[in-house]
């Protein structure tokens, strides 16, 4: 039962590790041998099966940090993905119950384009981008990821969102068969999130299909995520199935769960702590000093000028 | 059993959480694949704090076991759970010290001061290190009637500890609300038996 999902290509695939990981591997060991502490070795046991190399891909570089990329089995292990449990490793050990395709998501609101989408339609007639972006986690860790994706820009003109769109809702999938960890009402579900428009059209704003040249594995989202480096984590909302175009802010879910700790903008911002621990620095996964926190994760000269006269200490 | 054997079997079982950690710590420094996560650090912080935890419940525990159902020998064990419970806070200190923070002092004592929730445990460690160092028989000789009413100091370090627990955890606090739960049924229970009024009953 709990393997009906796994076809066995699956588990052909897990014995693969792609050489250009291989060698990243290596030169982390190497990296943390050096540090002469050894408590920086990745901590995972789960068996991973890979996912689909993705076709077509192209690197211009423009946006992309050129940090030690964290490797795939961080970025697949340790993840915060409640719709499958609280534990970091819960996500990459319960998964595999999601179904990425088919996959429809739902577009509407004040849109000349409404209408359920389905996932390759959505994507197919644009080009897919590598993008290399430090992820920080409001948690105080953070990854350098490199996704695949397109522009959320680029999908929001196909669709054309009226003047009345200020904001864009994306919602997650609700269903607890293929999410288990829905059966507990730790988060109101579905799972939600926003942008202002602004946000949403900067060249930035990236909605994920994939990573490390591959599709996206359950655990970080599949079939479709939201990646905006220059907010905490959360704001990544996974396996979107709905994009709507709204007038007023919309109600994400952690603000909705402790408004105090956690806002709708979530920029990262080493001057505003969070109540209970201090984000002016953070631990890179895979280091053991923790390093300064970057002003707006150090992407300042792409979004700043959104944010100019805006009190970041209220609008956190 | 005779009682040093079953002193021997309770200090295994107590000493077998720092056991796994160690292994797989060594496991993590050999590059092998461990259940520390991709994060260590965090993961030991939280596997120390909650052994804390439970060791001070289950110190908590001897005296309404014993008074419920008479197994007297229960506080033969007492001492050596209470300092397991001090050595796990140790161990979730150190971590804290030197693992998350290397020694920065000045951030250190800063997030004491600034947290509400490392300002509980912090309060929690400091109030459990004299109950561990007049555990010895010399100081219960000197403290007479005094060590008693010390060592109920224990009562509020568990009421810090699990309110600790409870602001350390992001939205799941199932685990808290266990332990939030035990602490109110032991601690209610020494309410509920209370000497005085179990005479005024009669």
């Known amino acids: 039962m709990l393997f009906r999902f796994l076809k066995s290509s699956d588990v052909k695939s897990s014995e693969i590790t792609p050489e250009n990981i291989y060698h990243n591997r290596r030169e982390f060991i190497q990296a943390s041998a050096l540090l002469g502490i050894g408590a920086v070795a990745l901590g995972l046991n789960i068996p991973q099966a890979r996912a689909d190399v993705l076709a077509n891909i192209t690197r211009s570089g423009t946006y992309d940090t050129d940090e030690k990329q964290t490797p795939y089995r961080a970025v697949t292990g340790y993840n915060n993905f409640y719709e499958f449990g609280t534990g970091k490793d819960d996500p990459a050990r319960n998964a595999h119950t999601l179904r990425p395709r088919p996959w429809t998501v739902k577009v509407d609101g004040h849109v000349e384009n409404p209408g359920d989408y389905d996932i390759d339609d959505l994507i197919r007639p644009h080009t897919l981008q590598e993008r290399i972006y430090r992820m920080r986690c409001v948690e105080a860790w953070s990854m350098v990821i490199p996704w695949v994706g397109i522009p959320l820009a680029d999908i929001i003109n196909r669709l054309g969102p009226t003047s009345k769109a200020k904001y864009i809702l994306f919602e997650t999938l609700v269903d607890r068969k293929q999410m288990p960890g829905q059966s507990r009402r730790v988060i109101k579900w579905p799972y939600a999130e926003g942008l202002r428009m602004d946000e949403a059209m900067n060249p930035l704003t990236l909605m994920a299909v994939g990573l490390y040249g591959e599709t996206l594995p359950n655990q970080n989202g599949a079939p479709l995520r939201l990646v905006v480096p220059w907010k905490y984590g959360f704001k990544g909302i996974k396996s979107i199935v709905r994009i709507s175009f709204v007038k007023n802010r919309p109600r994400n879910s952690w603000k909705r769960l402790a408004p105090k700790e956690y806002g709708f903008f979530a920029n990262v911002n080493p001057d505003v702590d969070h109540p209970r621990w201090t984000q002016a620095n953070e631990r890179r996964i895979g280091e053991f000093r923790r390093r300064d926190t970057l002003m707006f994760n150090g992407y300042g000269e792409e979004v700043a000028h959104m944010y100019s006269g805006m009190n970041l200490k209220k609008y956190f | ?48 704090g909650d052994w804390t935890i439970r060791f001070i419940l289950l110190g908590l525990a001897i005296t309404p076991l014993r008074r419920i159902f008479g197994w007297n020998i229960l506080i033969k064990f007492r001492r050596m759970i209470g300092l397991y419970a001090f050595s796990y806070v140790v161990l979730h200190l150190l971590n804290f010290i030197v693992l998350d923070y290397y020694f920065d002092w000045p951030t250190i004592l800063k997030e004491i001061i600034k947290r509400p929730a490392i300002t509980f445990g912090m309060t929690a460690i400091i109030l459990l290190t004299p109950l561990a160092v007049t555990s010895t028989r010399g100081w219960i000789r000197r403290l007479g009637g005094k060590w008693g009413k010390l060592h109920k100091l224990i009562y509020l370090i ?45």
């Open chain 2, 1 to 48: 059993m005779p009682l040093p054997y079953l002193k021997a079997v309770v200090h295994f079982l107590a000493l077998l959480p720092a056991a796994w950690l160690m292994w797989q710590g060594w496991l993590l420094i050999d590059f092998q694949d461990n259940q520390l996560t991709a994060n260590p650090i965090k993961y030991i912080h939280a596997f120390t």
């Open chain 2, 158 to 202: 568990g009421i810090l500890a699990v309110i600790h627990n409870f602001m350390m955890v992001k939205a799941d606090i199932f685990q808290p609300l266990i332990h939030g739960i035990i602490l109110a049924g032991l601690l209610g229970y020494r309410l509920y038996d209370k000497p005085v009024w179990k005479m005024r009953r009669t």
